[in-house]
């Protein structure tokens, strides 16, 4: 008799993946208006303008000189 264990492995693997999405997620939510702020200040190098701090993380503007 062969025991076949591809299922399981498939299943664990599944398992890891959805894991590691919960925590990719979770920390996009927490640290997602500090990450558009960083590209948001990137953004204005490229276009000649100023980057201007919002109140909260993620309100930062590009405004002309």
Do not use: H, W
């Amino acid at each position: 008799m062969r025991n076949n264990n591809k299922g399981q492995a498939l299943v664990e693997y599944l398992l890891i993946i959805a894991v590691i999405s919960v925590v990719v997620v979770s920390i996009v939510k927490l640290l997602g208006g500090y990450l558009q702020d960083a590209m948001t200040k990137a953004s204005c190098s490229f276009i000649d303008k100023v980057y201007v701090e919002g109140e909260n993380p993620g309100d930062g503007v590009c405004v002309d000189e």
